[in-house]
């Protein structure tokens, strides 16, 4: 898996005739980030609720998935969610396969990497507008954390055919996609909530990968380092129609063009025949489009039960560039004709709230989901989907929220491997077919504060409308 990724990060800067011009950043996010090419919500009550949200959406975090939600906010709050998550990814019983039909294993490896990421903040207020409930929104969310350092040191055991083999891998990312939200929710009636987002993207990060093989005393190796930008702004619409014991949540994430910039350099021992140079490409990138519907029942004063679907359109991922070897790629595959699939999502929650005397509340959630990612394998054809299993709870008290979520996901496909350098220095395709399993644990952490509505008000009315 790291070398299918570090093949087609290279495979622009090498020459391939297939893939002349581009760097395939789509790839270097959705695989080598760990957490999933998925753009999410953040919000530990929902993490708890395995993501099903789109129709609840009644904290501050509903911004992230539904902004109509935000209109149910009776009184000014702050809110901060902070993540801490681990990843490892396992590549077992891998061979090599040579031209002449023999097969070589390779010794299996473990990547695994902990982080903790401030993932969003918040402040909201609630006004009244001709006797409705009109809130406004300030946020920050750290969409695609990008930060990891893996490190592999394989063996390729010694056959008649082959003497034995040493590769010695590392990959570091730093980084992030970061989003800044403005949100307005208007209560425009009893049963229908409106809501609309503006978001600017702001993402920042750099790669820097290298291998090297030592066979016979002989070492070949490919250093590569790449420095990424990009900027975009998109809007999100949602809609919830609401009733005493149910209600329907709509979102909308539009598509967007992105300003992206890359810069490469590529040192390779042996040399490439026809080196491509190093430098910085402007381009263009098609951020395509999210449609989700969510379902919420409340059986009782005590359960909710809610469900969330989600679709995206990955297969319109697309590179604009003046460049016609690179107008119209695909983000991921790198081809006109596109095999990335959509991505489809399904989430599902319950939760039990426990009254306690003091007046406190305390919640039990439970959540489920499986959520493809646009990561195929080209040689297998399998992709890569991501199931997950959450829990919850928290501790309501007056104005003092706060909520836990953990969530654990995991996966496992046949995929291919670039294992030596040789096969990118002379643009062959892979040789190895192994079993990559993913698994990965999350803990969100959400606290919200809020205050009384008439102050803030007064604030408001004086700083912009006087006395």
């Keep these: 898996m790291i070398r299918t990724r570090l ?41 708890g609720l395995g993501g099903a949200f789109i129709a609840v959406a009644d904290d501050a975090t509903a911004v992230s998935f539904n902004p109509a939600g935000l209109a149910q906010l009776l ?34 490896s473990l990547l695994s990497t902990s982080r903790f990421d401030p993932l969003f903040i918040s402040g909201t207020v609630p006004l ?22 893996d490190t592999r040191d394989l063996m390729e055991a010694e056959t008649p055919e082959f003497p034995a083999n040493r590769l010695t891998q590392s990959i570091t990312q730093r980084g992030q996609i970061d989003l800044y939200s403005l949100a307005m929710a208007y209560e425009a009636s009893q049963r229908i909530l409106l809501g609309i987002t503006l978001n600017v993207w702001r993402g920042s990060w750099s790669l820097d990968s290298r291998s090297s093989k030592l066979q016979s005393g002989s070492t070949s190796y490919v250093n590569f380092y790449q420095d990424n930008h990009l900027e975009g702004s998109n809007f999100n619409l949602g809609l919830i129609w609401r009733w005493p014991t149910w209600s329907l949540g709509l979102i909308y994430r539009t598509g ?72 119209g790629l695909n983000f991921f595959d790198l081809d006109k004709g596109t095999s990335t699939p959509n991505a489809v999502n399904v989430r599902t929650g319950v939760e039990r709230l426990f009254l306690m005397d003091s007046g406190s509340v305390i919640p039990l959630r439970f959540g489920g989901a499986r959520e493809p990612q646009p990561v195929v394998d080209r040689l297998t054809g399998h992709q890569r989907i991501m199931n997950s299993l959450s829990l919850g709870t928290g501790f309501k008290r007056g104005p003092y929220t706060v909520d836990l979520g953990y969530r654990y996901a995991w996966s496992s496909r046949r995929t291919s491997q670039f294992l030596d350098v040789d096969q990118l220095l002379s ?20 606290f919200i504060v809020q205050f009384e509505r008439q102050p803030v008000e007064r604030m408001l009315r004086y700083l912009f409308v006087g006395d």
């Design 7 to 47: 093949f087609l990060l290279l495979a622009a800067s090498l020459g391939f005739p297939s893939l002349v011009g581009q760097t395939p950043v789509g790839i270097i996010i959705s695989e080598q980030s760990r957490t999933g090419f998925m753009v999410q919500g953040a919000g530990a009550r929902a993490t």
């Design 75 to 108: 009184k000014p709050e702050v809110s901060f969610v902070g993540r801490a998550s681990q990843h490892s990814m396992a590549y077992e019983d891998v061979a090599v396969t040579s031209t002449g039909g023999t097969q070589r294993l390779v010794s299996d």
């Design 128 to 149: 009244r507008v001709n006797g409705k409930n009109l809130v406004l929104q300030l946020s920050a969310q750290r969409l695609i954390a990008l930060g990891e350092s």
């Design 256 to 327: 967007f063009h992105a300003d992206y910039t890359y810069s490469t350099h590529l040192d390779t021992f042996p040399a490439p025949a026809n080196p491509r140079p190093n430098g910085t490409v402007n381009t263009g990138l098609h951020w395509p489009a999210t449609l989700g519907l969510g379902w919420a029942y409340r059986p009782g004063d005590r359960w909710l039960l809610t469900c969330d679907v989600t679709h995206t359109a990955w297969s319109d991922a697309r590179y604009l560039s003046n460049r016609p070897a690179l107008n």
């Design 427 to 446: 643009r062959t395709g892979p040789t190895s077919i192994g079993t990559e399993r993913v698994k990965e644990h999350r803990l969100d952490v959400s």
